[in-house]
């Protein structure tokens, strides 16, 4: 069984934050609605907002690593961040918490997950966290799907590039400054669709490979507070890993005060 690790679902919250379990509510600051409250830094809009994100990338600095796979610099809002840490802390309690994963020759995770959508664990999806407490996952919403589709549009640059892009399960993963991950491939999903990636908190080193081999070639790139980064068609299922956190990089505004929130949403492909 993986096994919670208490005190973490709290993901470095800040001094003064606005307590355990609390949900984003529409119509306050930082809620869903969009508003972010007065004197807030990094632009308004919030996660319900189909304008929110857009020329949010810092201007040139969209990067193809490889085909398929795209970097845009700060393309999540400070509000969209706090929304998202609020979100995914909700989530990290229950019902089925988050938790460092066991794998099956007997290593643990350094790196602790929760999921929802569908509940993952090495190697494969179900609707119940059998790993954890058999409690199932909590449903995908609605709002981060059309969020994967803003950010396809953004990456490729293509209106059209989100058409159709229903990601169905998110993996949200906490590295606090000493966590990794090697490199792997996300190759449980029976589906082709991009894998998209928001980070938010301590900025990483994140190695991005190819799909044939853990070794090189690989590119190193940093991936701060609000990057997306989006791979799909011929680097689908490269090879990619997290060597390194660099602590006390992260913007205190975002929720966390310490520590790197990821989230990756997919397409599993499955029924059911």
């Known amino acids: 069984m993986s096994t919670p690790l208490p005190g973490f679902e ?38 319900h907002s189909p ?28 509000a969209q961040q706090r929304e998202l840490v609020t979100a995914c802390r909700g989530w990290a309690r229950g019902p089925a918490p988050i938790r460092h994963t066991k794998l099956p020759r007997g290593g643990v995770m350094s790196v602790q997950t929760v999921c929802i959508g569908w509940h993952w664990q090495p190697y494969a999806y179900t609707r119940t966290a059998d790993d954890v407490n058999g409690a199932r996952v909590p449903d995908f919403p609605d709002w981060m799907v059309e969020l994967g589709r803003r950010a396809l549009v ?20 906490f590295y606090d400054g000493q966590a990794k991950l090697g490199m792997h491939q996300d190759k449980e999903e029976r589906s082709g669709a991009p894998v998209v990636s928001l980070s938010i908190g301590d900025t990483c080193v994140f ?58 949403m997919r397409v599993t492909g499955l029924d059911g």
């Open 10 to 47: 709290d993901f470095g919250e800040p001094d003064g934050a606005k307590g355990p379990g609390r949900p984003v509510v529409s119509g306050e600051p930082g809620g869903p609605d969009g508003s972010g409250g007065a004197g807030e830094s990094g632009g308004s809009g919030g996660l």
């Open 154 to 173: 953004e990456a490729y640059q293509d209106s059209a590039a989100g058409d159709g892009y229903t990601p169905d399960t998110a993996l949200i993963n």
């Open 51 to 78: 304008t929110a994100n857009r020329s949010r990338a810092r201007t040139g600095s969209r990067q193809e690593i490889a085909p398929g796979a795209v970097h845009v610099p700060g393309w999540l809002t400070m």
């Open 207 to 264: 190695r991005f490979g190819n799909p044939e081999t853990r070794t090189k070639p690989y590119t190193d790139i940093e991936l701060a507070s609000g990057d997306l980064f989006v791979f799909g068609g011929p680097s689908r299922f490269a090879y990619h890993g997290v060597p390194k956190v660099r602590p006390g990089t992260g913007d205190p505004a975002s929720g966390l005060a310490g520590g790197r929130l990821n989230i990756t």
